[in-house]
């Protein structure tokens, strides 16, 4: 086989979806050369697109950052530039409305022998010299499959000979993948080593804004100031300019200081290991790292405040995502509210486009991605994604008092919830189930099933510019009371007659009609509180 073999700028591998929904592979070059022409990534998973995207990212900062749109060296580093210079810039490449190809030909081009999937001094993304670690075979790096030697997967989405071998295109993206993401199962070869936990990315709750194209997808999370801030960043640094590779295992480091050095994060040191033009497996050794504590340079993750007193200095933590919460019930967290007080640095960074003009979106849209893990992160349990679109009057100082509402009434309509689970609980017991926690944990997970839909499409709808507060919530209030009554009348039918003769001071009358009193006005429901009552 060929010492060097698939060079990422020249050869398909990246998956996208184009306007009529058909995907194709595409390379490095033709991604940027094309970019308005496809909808979005539509790789094997979500996860996975947003390890591709912050690699695109990662190029778009490495170019930008540095060049203006004519070829003319501009460094937008806190040294050399102004915020003003930044939005220019940013503001020019929207003009444009492509990416202009000779700038990123010239600076990809003059890095391209760093770019081969094989390559015997500078393989992409691995370390050539990496002899010792845990070996692993392909079905593992294969985030669909995500099986080890000790764990396999019941029900996997290939057969038996497909999970052997990778192609390069699949191979390339899944390398992007298993950096970001890899769970803490690979044993360390040195003692007395740190761990440094699953891969950086499956440490957040991952964000990205999304666009009408992959051009706008690209452009709005093209963050040139920090946290939509006049903070500018620190010099540009992609692993691929490194004229070292790094090869010690599990190395903790200052959280870099610019964008293109942390979206390249090397999370674990890699190598792919090749047969007849398949890569079979490869192996792993734990990578960079640093505390994720207050890692307040990266702008793609919801945060939570974990101080132990409001008083206290915040320390701030990346909020990973849960598979079983709709993410419109993270709404406080996504614009800052509450004990977070700090929005994602991508939110941030739009709203500042839209308050200096920047764009005419009337609405925004965010893109979730998260790997849920078992064990203290020893593997992978879950993958999964969800999006969320609002008014962009909503990240403007017109629609600070409008956002405080809507986390007002997502509270409410969580006690609304919780009222649907007591019933439940209640009507359980009244029929003679010993605890009937399981009673309401189902009535509450169905709840908010039938108010997905209702809720995204009321919050989609609301303009701060027009309407009324008071009658926009109002409206929202009767449609859930609604929708959560009609849970509560058929949670009575199916409790049968046993619950309505019911027992130990608990019957399906008397619970039905609490039920009903509290749920018939907001002061109400408010003053129900959040005690279980048994």
Partial sequence: MPEKEFNLLHEPWILVMKPDSVTEEVSLLELFRRAPEFNCLAGELPTQDMAVLRLLLAILHAVFGRYDLDGTWAPLDLESATPTMALSRWKALRDNGAFPMPIIEDYLLHYEDRFWLFHPERPFYQVVSLEKGTEYKASKMNGELSESNNKVRLFPSRTKEEKGALSYPEAARWLLYVNAFDDTAAKRVGKDLPSPGAGWLGKLGLIAAVGENLFETLLLNLVLLKDGTDELWGVEKPVWEAEIVKAAERTKITIPDNLSELLTLQSRRLLLRREENFVVGYVLLGGDFFPKEN??????????????????PPLLNPKRHDPARQFWRDFSALMGQGRSSRPPGVVRWVSRLKQENLIASSHFRFQTASVKYGDKDFFADDVFGDSLSFNAGLLTSL????????????????????????????????????????????????AYFRLDIPFRRWLEGIDPERGSMNTVCDQWWQQEVGIVRALGRELVTQAGPQAFVGRDGHATPNEYNRFLYYTSSRQLLEAAGKKERR
Avoid: C, P
């Avoid at 890692?295 to 974990?306: F, G, I, V, Y």
């Fill in 295 to 312: 890692a307040l340079s990266e702008q793609m993750t919801l945060w939570r405040n974990d101080a132990k007193k409001e008083s206290d």
């Fill in 399 to 446: 629609g600070s008092d409008w956002v405080n509402r809507i986390v007002g009434e997502i509270e409410l309509t969580e006690k609304l919830v919780r009222q649907a689970g007591y019933l439940a609980q209640n009507l359980a017991l009244a029929a003679g189930n010993a605890d009937g926690s399981g009673a309401r944990s189902i009535a509450r997970e169905q």
